[in-house]
Nanobody
Framework: QVQVVESGGGSVNAGESLKLSCEYS????????IGWFRQAPGKEREGVSR????????RYVDSVKGRFTITGDKATRTVNLQMDSLKSEDSATYYCALGWLTYSGTRAYPPTFMPSDYDSWGRGTQVTVSS
């Protein structure tokens, strides 16, 4: 059974940093992606970043490019999200989720930043940034 668990949230001032971790179990990432999402009160859940395990590559949405860095550690089965230069608008509950690659012939396609592309979700961790 695939499970993902987030950790590392907290309260910081604008401009400071936080590191979130997502520990996954029940699979490796050879055919899967870990996505980070966030949801602020009254807003829809939105994708933030994703880590593709087979290529060991990350992707980011425009609003966090240059400020957030995603990395993966196969040995500890953890995907980390380093968040620097935090802004008040980054405040939200952050979730990690696992989604599977889909294949067409020999080509593999990762899940997008749509939450519906992901199957296994954590319970979330709160990030609060004070301006």
């Amino acid at each position: 059974q695939v499970q993902v668990v987030e950790s590392g949230g907290g309260s910081v001032n604008a401009g400071e940093s936080l590191k979130l971790s997502c520990e996954y179990s029940g699979t490796n990432l050879d055919h899967a992606v870990i996505g980070w999402f966030r949801q602020a009160p009254g807003k829809e859940r939105e994708g933030v970043s994703r880590w593709r395990g087979d290529l060991e590559m990350g992707r980011y949405v425009d609003s966090v490019k240059g400020r957030f860095t995603i990395t993966g550690d196969k040995a500890t089965r953890t995907v980390n999200l380093q968040m620097d230069s935090l802004k008040s608008e980054d405040s939200a509950t952050y979730y990690c989720a696992l989604g599977w690659l889909t294949y067409s012939g020999t080509r593999a396609y990762p899940p997008t930043f749509m939450p519906s592309d992901y199957d296994s979700w954590g319970r979330g961790t709160q990030v609060t940034v004070s301006s």
